[in-house]
């Protein structure tokens, strides 16, 4: 059990730097300032969030990121850190069902919150696949027990950590993919996509990544999904004001260059009009391909990452479509994935081949199904998330952006949103260019780097490299990886690291 502050045994007049206002950013500064640090948080853009940023446009309120809000005690420990509880700032709504599913057969597929449920849906496609996905569920809770439970929080800095855990990672088959590992207990083949999207969810390709990511699927029967009315945005402005009553300064609007290292000692953080920032402690929640290739003085040292830049695999790109529509789609479910025809060679387009195809498959957000105040009365606020190749493509997004962007007005209108194009307005979209110009993300990749096996736990970027003594890293590209619950979990893991290296 940790100790904070007020506990004296931290207490430390130190201060610290964190630099990036992600959610792993925010976490890590509420971590380190409960630990005693004098701790500012510093952030290129105008608001706090990252990812997690909110647009308006007339009328119409959009989170331009994560929804899906699993694992719901990783926030509640964040304002416990900060003197309160969650349930006295933000509403968390259990939803049912978690996700809808539209196949291009026009069949439909409800993921539902209690088993029983789910179990009437597979029903409708194989009677068979009701035991299986019973196995299935029994097999992600095995690997949870283990992936999640055991090894989220922990530093994997270590070579001896990671041939520690190397036989349970082959016990429960870490060296099969998603794909394979739902495929060994599910027949239907719609069944079979459906319950394999869960790595796209943290930037990966169902079919290269390691199945230890199928623990998702108990992760989400344990917690269940959750919505946080107001969106996302609103969880993120709750805990910046609470940041701020804890004395967290919060300065935005400051894109940090470069660190000043001086005997493997982050000295300063140099702003990019000049202005020199001094610490104790340095917390990154840059990109870490970002921090090592624009930010840090050297390169990341071979044993913080351990393959080569040249064999990196990055996560596949965003295309994101925002809009209104001028009345409610009351059949549209929160959350809606609407799946093409295409599903390996699709991916494989994307992720391998680089190629933007004329067909997609999707992801739709409908905030307005559990929270009407996202629109004007009467209307409808929509996301739809398209994967894309990242900016290893070459792909004139000017050109495209415009056109995909029919396409899915289009594709849904012929589907589960008729006269969509009639009645949508207010259209606006994000691209992979957008990512690598906004949050720095190198590649314009969604999700940072890939979750293959070859790059996760040992394998991913390090809470800390040993080249800099006092720098820390944490978000979607260090162990664990990201999505919320990955990047909330990599701050408890810097702070397991600071306090044993004693750097207060
Ligand atoms: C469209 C979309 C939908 C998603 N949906 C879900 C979901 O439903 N559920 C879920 O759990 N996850 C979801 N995710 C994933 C999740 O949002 C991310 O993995 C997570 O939010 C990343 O957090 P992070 O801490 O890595 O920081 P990031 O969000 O990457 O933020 C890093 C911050 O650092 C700032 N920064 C970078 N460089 C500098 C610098 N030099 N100086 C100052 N500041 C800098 C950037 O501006 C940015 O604000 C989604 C992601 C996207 C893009």
Redesign the pocket.
Known sequence: MLQYSKSNKYKSKRNAIV???????IAAAIRVNALGYKTTL????SA?????QVFKKNGYIHD???????APFLFDELFTLLGTTREEHVDFRALDPWYSYYFHTGETFDYRAEVPDTLEEIRKFNFDDTKNYLRLLAASEKIFDVGFTELSSKPFNNLSTMILQTPNILRLGGYRTVSQFVNSYLKHPLLRKAFSIHPL??GGNPFSTTSIYSLIHFLERKWGVHFCMGGTGNLIRSLYELMCQNQIDVVLE????RLEVSDKIVKYAISSTGTKYEADLFIS???PP?LFDE?LPYKRSPFNKILPDSLTTYSMG?F?LFFGTKKRYENIAHHTIWMGKRFKSLLTDIFKNKTLSDDFSLYLHRPTATDTSFAPKGNDSFYV?CPVPNLLASINWKVEGPKLSQRIIEALDKTIMPDLSKHYVDDFFMTPED?RS????THGA???IAPSLTQSAWFRYHNHDSSYKNLFL????THPG??????LC?AKVIEELIINKNIH
């Open positions: 630099i990036g206002g992600g959610i792993g950013g510093i952030e290129r853009l706090l969030g990252g990812r997690a331009a990121g994560p929804t899906v809000l699993t969810l943290v400051t894109d940090i260059a929640n840059i990109d970002t930010v965003l994101v998330l990512f906004d949050y720095r993300s969604g999700f940072s944490v978000g979607a590209g990201a999505g919320m619950p990955g990047v990599s």
